[in-house]
C-alpha cells in the first residue's frame, strides 16, 4: 500500500544564497535514498522558506521490494576436482556464505562461468528503513558554509529547532542531536508561533496558510513579483527589473507584505549607479523608474517586509530613515571625492596592494598602459593617446572614498569622477567598460576603447594569478579567472579582433617579470604554456557549447591556435566541410596521410626519385592545389580552402594503391615521405584531420 511522506526541517533563518540549491539537493538527496533501498515511489518535491526545508514524497510503498543477492565463488573449472567432489575453494566459498555446496548455482560472466551463492533478501518495512533513511537526507544536505551548534556534531546551514516527519499518518521518529522528530509544525515566527499537528499534506499546507507561510518558493515569488509592480504602477513608475534580486528577497520571508518608501528628491543629484546599489545591494530594495522619463529614478523604492504591520506607514518610515542615512553617507563621499580630479588619486594606489607577491595596483597600472598600448598596436589603433590614458585612469576610483564603501562601484565612479575631471568621453566610459562583462552572458564593452582596456586588464589578472600559483582548481576559481578569459574570447569575437594571444600573454607575463626585476624569470615559459594551455580550453568548451562538433574543434584548435577570430572561421568552414556526402572517404584518405607521416623524417622533395607515374601525379597535382590555397588563404577563404583541398582526394587514393611508401631503398622511402610532408602540412593550415570522426 503506498502512503504519503512529509519531511519539515525547521532552522533558524537560512541565508538566501544558500537556498534554492538546498531545495533541488533535497529532492535529489531523497530520491537517491529511496531508489538506492528499492522503495518505490510516484513523485517527489521539495519546498523551502528562511525557516524550513520541506520535503513531500507521493505514494511511497510502505515496504521494500524482495530482491536477491549474488555473491560470487570460484570459477567452475577449478571448483571440484576429477570425480566431482568440491575442492577446498568451493568448501570454503559455501562456509562463508553460510549455505550447503549444493546450493550453489553456476553463473556465467564475462570471464566464464563461476560459482554463486544467491541469497533472498526479504524487503523491509518502510517505517523502519526511514528512522535510517530520513537523518540521512538531512545530515547529507551539502552547503556552502555548515556551522554547529550547542555540544553537539551535526552540522548544518543554521542551527535545526524542530523536525517533522509523518508517514502514513505516523510520526517517523529519529533524533538530529536534541531535536526530536514529531507531527507538529510551526507558523510564521511572529505571526502564528504556535505548534500545529500535521498528519497528511492537506491540513500541512491548511496549517501553514493559517501560520502566514507561503511554502511554495514559485508561488512566493510571483506574489512578490505581481505586488511590486502592481505598486510601482500605482506611483505612476515601473520597478527596475532585476531577477536576482528577486530570487533573493523571495527567500527571506515566508510571508511577503510589499511596501512602498520615499526619500528626498535632492538625493536624485547623485549618480543614479549609487542610489540603485544602495538600495538593491545594502538594502534589498527595488528602485523605481519614471514611466514618462524613460530610465530616471524616482524618489521611491518598494520594499518587502515579512510580517503584517498594524501601521505600515510605521514600518516604511523606518526604511526610509535607513536609507536615508546610506544616501547621506553616499552624498558625502562623492562630495569628498570630487575636491580633487582622478589623476590626483594614481599616486595613492601605491599603497594598495594587488597580490602580495606582485605589487599594488599602480604596479598594475604600469603594466596595463603597456598592455594595452600592445594590444591597440596589433588592432592598428591610431593615436594610441586615449587608451593609454584610460588605462592611467583605469584604477584611480580604488582610492576614492565613494568606491571604498561600495566596492560594487568601481569603473562606474572611475567614469563620472572622470568626466568631472573633464577627461574625454571615451576614456571615461573605457574606466567603466573595463569590467565587462561580468558573466559569460553578460553585456560587452561599447566602445574599443574600453574593449582594449577590458582585454588588457583580464590578461594581466589572468597572468598575474598564474605567476603567484593561483590557479584555477575543479571548482575553485576565487580570483574569476575563468570568466576572465570566457571576457576575453567573447570581445575579440564580437569585435572581431584580429589579435596574437600568444604574444599578449608573452608581453604580459614579460611586464610581471620585469617589474619583479627577473624573479619569475627562470619559470616564465613554463607559465606561458600554462596560460595558454587554460586560454585554449575555455574556447574550446565555448565553441563547443555553442554547437560545433567536438571533434572539429579538437581538429582545428590542434594545429594553429592563436587569432582565435579565424580560428573559430576555420572551425566553422571545417564543420560546414565534413556535411558533404564524400567527406568520409575524403576524411579518410586525409587522415592516412597525416598518420603515415607521424614520427617520419622529413626532408626536400626531389623529382628525379619519382618511379611511379602516380608519385609525379600526386606531386603536381600538389604543386597546384597549393597555388590555389595559398590565394584563398591569404583572403582567409576557407571554405573555399577546404573545396580546393579536396581535388587531392583521386591523386592521393592513387598514390597509396600503387606505392609502397615505406620502400626498402632509404632515400625512395624518405622522398616518398617528404612528399606526404608537405601535403600534410598543407592540410594542417586548416586542421589536424586526424581528429576527425570519420
Known sequence: MAKELILEIGTEEIPAGFMRDAID???????GELAGNALAYGNISSYGTP???????????????????????????????EKGNPTNATIGFAKSQGVDVKDLVTVTRDRGDFLAAVKKIKGQKTEKLLKELLPRIITGLPFRKSMKWGDGEAVFARPIRWLLAVYGGKTIHFNIEEVKSSSKSRGHRFMSPKPFTVSGWDDYAEGLEKGFVVLDQDRRKSIIEKGINDLAEKIGGTALKDEELLETVTYLVEYPVILKGDFEEDFLKLPKEVLISVMKNHQKYFPVLSRSESGKLMPHFIFVAGTKA???????????????????????????????????KIGKLKDMVFLSDLGTYYDKTERLKALAGVIGGQLGMEPLTDVI?????????????????????????????????GEKDGVARAIEEQYMP?????????????????????????????ISGLIPTGTSDPYALRRHAIGIINIVLDKNYHLSINELFRASITAIVDQAHGKFADSQDN??????????????????????PQDVVEAAISTQFDDIVEVKRRIEALSEFRKAPDFDSLGTAFKRVVNIVKGQPKGEVRDSLFVEPVERELYLS????????????????????????KTLKEPVDKFFEHVLVMDENAELRKNRLSMLWEIRDLFFRIADFSKLST
Do not use: H, W
Not at 529 to 543: A, C, D, H, P, Y
Open 25 to 31: 539537493k533535497l529532492s535529489e538527496s531523497a530520491s
Open 51 to 81: 525557516r524550513r526545508l520541506t520535503l513531500r514524497v507521493t505514494d511511497l510503498t510502505d515496504n521494500q521490494e524482495d530482491r536477491s543477492r549474488e555473491s560470487y565463488g570460484p570459477p567452475v573449472r577449478i571448483a571440484f576436482d
Open 310 to 344: 498594524r501601521d505600515e506607514r510605521v514600518v516604511a518610515k523606518g526604511n526610509e530613515r535607513v536609507i536615508r542615512a546610506r544616501f547621506t553617507d553616499a552624498r558625502f563621499f562623492y562630495d569628498e571625492d570630487r575636491t580633487m580630479p582622478l589623476s590626483d
Open 389 to 421: 590614458r584610460a588605462a592611467e585612469l583605469s584604477k584611480a576610483d580604488l582610492a576614492t572614498q565613494m568606491v571604498f564603501e561600495f566596492p560594487e562601484l568601481q569603473g562606474i565612479m572611475g567614469k563620472y569622477y572622470a568626466l568631472l575631471a
Open 438 to 466: 561580468t558573466s559569460r552572458e553578460g553585456d560587452l564593452p561599447g566602445t574599443d576603447i574600453g574593449s582594449v582596456l577590458s582585454i588588457a586588464d583580464k590578461l594581466d589578472t589572468i597572468s598575474a594569478c598564474f
Open 527 to 548: 607559465i606561458l604554456t600554462e596560460v595558454s594551455g587554460f586560454f585554449k580550453e575555455r574556447f574550446r568548451n565555448i565553441m563547443i557549447s555553442d554547437g560545433f
Open 622 to 645: 600538389f604543386i597546384n592545389t597549393r597555388e590555389k590555397v595559398d590565394e584563398k588563404m591569404s583572403e582567409r577563404n576557407y571554405p573555399e580552402s577546404l573545396s580546393i583541398m
